[in-house]
C-alpha cells in the first residue's frame, strides 16, 4: 500500500465531512472497511456489550509501517487518494483519511500491527487525542485495533446510544452486508465471547450468503445475472412467494459498497410487479458494476449514498436482470413435510444452529446413510438433533456442504445426525415395504382432476406429483393476463345500459379518463348530472354489478391522480379480474374445473394471483412415501 500522507486543504474540502462515529457500528464498519482496503483475506471482529465497552479487529491485511502509525490518526491522512482528482474514480472503500482520527477522538485505541517486510510488529496507544510512543511488538503481518470505552470523554452521545443488544444488532446487520458482499474473504463474528458466524472465504457468494443468513434464506433465492449497456447486475433475489414483510433484507451493491438507494429498490420492485402481495417485499443480495467514473460516492459522510450519474441505464440494467430470473423460475411451492423437524422439539425462539464440522465427509458412503455433523449453536448444547439432507448427487452439489466444514472451535458443541436420502432411492420401485401395487402415474403431461377441497382447492394429480390450485387465485390471474394482452379489442355490448351516479370528484376523474377506460373494455359515457352511462363492457364482466365496479375504479382515479397510465390500467384489470374470477366457496361444474386446469397446466407463466398469492402448491410423491414411511 502506499505511504500514509496528509491531503492538501483543497482536497480535504471537497470531501463529504461529516460525523463519521455515531455508534459503535460505525467504528466497526470503519475498521473493516480499512482491512479490506489493505487486502486482508481473514478478518475477525470481536465485541462486548453491544461494542460500547470493547471492539476487537484483526486482520491478516498488509499492515501499516511503523513510521506511518502515528500519521494514520491525523484528520485527512490517508494512503488510498492523492489529490482531488481521485476522487473522480475511488476503487477503495476509504478515502476521506477521517476514520482513525474521527475513532481516536472519542475512544481509548490500542493498534499492533506489522507491515509486509517489517521484522518486528508496533504497538500504539491513543486516547482522546493523547498518544503514546509507538514500541516494538511481537505480530504476525497485519493489523489489529482495539477500542475501549468508546465515547467515554463525550457523555452526551454515550446517553444517545440504545441498549446494548440494539447496537450488539446494529453492528451484525453491518458485518453480515460487509461480509456476503465479499465472500472471498474469511470472516468471524464474536459476541459477548459467542461466535455468531463464520464465512469460509472460497469465493463462493451462495456459500457466503448461507454462512451469514442461513438455510433457509438461501434455500428462497434465484441467481440473477445480467448485462446491459455496460451494467453488470448480478446475485441473488427471492423467489415471490417468499417476499418480506419489510425492506430490511434489501441488499444493494454498487461497486463492492453497500448503498442505500431508491432508485435500485424501485428497479427491483418494478421487475415483481403484479407477483408481490401487497405490503410485501423483495429481498436480494444484488451486486451492480459499473465504470467507477458513472458513480459518485462522495456524497455523504457515512458513504452509503451515492449518486448514479446514468439512472435509466442502471435502473433498466435492474429491472431486466431480475425479472429474466423471475421468468426462469418455474419452480412452484411444495407443500413441505419434513417428518424429522415435525417430530423434533420446536426450537426456541432465536436459536440457532450451526454446522461446523461434518464427520464422515458427505461423499463418503456410509452404512445407515447417515453422517454426524458437529454442531455449535447459542444456547446450550442439544446433542442428536436430526435433520435431512439429500445425499449430494453431483461434485458441484457436494460442494456446497464442504464449505459448511469450516471448523470453528467453540465451548458450546453438539452433535446433529444427518439423514442422506436420495432422490432415487425415495421413487416408489426402490421403496423396501411397498406391497400392493401401485397404480400407474398420469402419463406425461396428462392429468388426472381429482376433485375439489373446501370448495376452493382444485386437487391434481400429474406426472409423480399432487397438486393443490387455487382455483379463485389462479383464474383471477389467467383473466389478469388475458385482459392485459387484448386490451380494448374484446367489449361487449349491454342489453340495458347502466347509469352510474358518482361523487363530483369521482364523476370528475371518470370523465377525465373516458379513453382509458375504453382500452379497459368499457364504453363510459358522460350522462351529466354527476352521472355517467355504461353500454359496453368486457363480456367476463357481463353478470358482474357495474355499479359497483364503476364505483370503485371511480375512487380508485380519484386516490391516484399522479400514477401512470400503464399502472391504472393494470389496476382496472386487477379488479376485474378479482371480480370475475370463480370465487372460492362457490361450486364449480366438473367439466369448467377441468377445462380450466388444461389452461393452467399449459401455461408456466401463471404462478401467483395478481395480488402475489401462489396459485399452485405441490406435494411430490416422493414425500409423500417419506410421510407413510414407505422410504426413509
Ligand atoms: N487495517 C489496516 N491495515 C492497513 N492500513 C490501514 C488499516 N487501517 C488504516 N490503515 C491506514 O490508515 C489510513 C487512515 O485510515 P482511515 O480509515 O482513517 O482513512 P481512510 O481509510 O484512508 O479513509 P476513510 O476515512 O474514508 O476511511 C488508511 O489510508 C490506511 O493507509
Ligand atoms: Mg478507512
Redesign the pocket.
Known sequence: ?PR?HVLDKATADKIAAGE?VERPSSVVK?FV???L??GAKKITVEITDGGKSYIRVA?D????VREDVRV?FKSH????ISTADDLSAIGTL????????SIAAVSRVELLTCAEGESVGTLYRIEGGEDSEPEDAGCPVG?T?VVRDLFYNVPARLKFLKKDTQEGNYIASVLERIAVSHPSVAFRFIRDSKPVFSTAGDGSLKAAVYAVFGREFTSQLLAVDGESNGVRVFGYTVKPIFCKGSRAMQMFYVNGRFVKSTLLLSALEAAYKNSVMVGRFPACVLFLTLPPETVDVNVHPAKTEVRLYDERRVFDAVYGAVQSALVADTSRPQAAFNPAKAFAPAPEKGEQLHVSQITPAPNLPTADNTARFTVKEYGAPQSGTEDTFRRPSSPEEGKQLDFLEDEYNTPNVATLKVTFHDETAAAPEQAPQQTAPEPPAAPEAEFRLLGEAFKTYLIVEQKNKLMLIDKHAAHERILFEKFRAEQHSSSQMLLQPVTVTLSADEYAAVTENLPLLSDAGYDVSDFGDRTVKVSACPPELAGEDLTELITEIASYLVNNVRTVMPEKLDWIYHSMACRAAVKAGNNTPPQEMEHFVRELLARDDIRTCPHGRPVIVELSRADLERMFRRTV
Open positions: 500500500m500514509i463519521v470503519e472497511e480499512n482491512a482496503d489493505a486482520d491485511g498488509c499492515g501499516i494514520a491522512a490517508t494512503s488510498k476509504g478515502f476521506r483519511g477521517e476514520a482513525l482520527a493489523t485495533l
